[in-house]
């Protein structure tokens, strides 16, 4: 079955602190993945896909197939990347499997 | 291009009455996407469509919901009769390549 797992509702951290959301995946397949975010009470909007390797605003993220892992991060936090953050999983069909999302908080 | 459109931006209604949401995706995706999100139970996706054919509709909550495609640049969900757990924000998406796009979404609400 595919399944996408974020362990953490909530991650708490001061300005500058480095960032790490964990995301897990469940695909027997070669997977496609993708984080989102969504500001308050805005779209949910496409940050990074795993096939284009690119860093995007700071984060970045790295596919461990071995541990079937898609962990973002980002060294120094800003205040602006509170938000909710998703994993999302592309296996054999047009649709996402989406985690339950991790609500980032950095303080000042 | 404007993005997905959805409408409207914010809907309160009675419970029993019927609420249609609309969706213009971007021009050129072919897969349309429904999602409802809500506190409790995060994003959740309804009903999937390509090429204005729907594919998956097993996260559609009841027969109360249905979803319909007549062309490529328009959609609508139709809840009918509407009832309080129904109130949460609906979320349309278009994709082209996997990578969905999403609408700034429906927030509903039904007293």
């Known amino acids: 079955a595919q399944r996408v797992t974020q362990p953490e509702k909530l991650l708490s951290v001061f300005k500058g602190a480095p960032v790490e959301l964990k995301c897990n995946y469940s695909?027997?397949?070669?997977?496609?993945l993708f984080w989102y975010v969504q500001y308050s009470r805005q779209r949910l909007q496409l940050l990074l896909r795993?096939?284009s390797r690119e860093s995007i605003k700071g984060f970045t993220a790295d596919l461990n197939k071995g541990e079937t892992s898609f962990h973002l991060k980002k060294p120094f936090a800003q205040e602006e990347d509170s938000a909710m953050y998703y994993c999302?999983?592309?296996?054999?069909?047009?649709?996402?499997?989406f985690g339950t999302g991790t609500r980032l908080q950095v303080f000042p | 291009d404007a993005g997905v459109i959805q409408s409207p931006r914010h809907e309160v209604t009675e419970m029993g009455q019927e609420v249609t949401l609309r969706c213009k995706p971007i021009?050129?995706?072919?897969?349309l996407f429904w999602y409802r999100q809500t506190m409790m139970r995060g994003l959740e996706l309804l009903i999937y469509?390509?090429?204005?054919?729907?594919?998956?509709d097993s996260g559609m909550p009841e027969d109360r919901f249905s979803a319909k495609m007549p062309n490529a640049s328009f959609s609508t969900l139709k809840i009918q009769p509407s009832e309080p757990r129904d109130s949460a924000v609906y979320f349309c998406?278009?994709?082209?390549?996997?990578?969905?796009?999403f609408g700034p979404g429906t927030r509903l609400t039904v007293t």
């Open positions: 795993h096939i």
């Open positions: 998406a278009s994709s082209f390549a996997l990578e969905q796009y």
């Open positions: 469509f390509n090429n204005n054919v729907p594919i998956d």
């Open positions: 021009s050129g995706h072919n897969s």
């Open positions: 999302a999983l592309n296996g054999n069909t047009d649709k996402l499997i």
């Open positions: 695909y027997s397949g070669s997977p496609e």
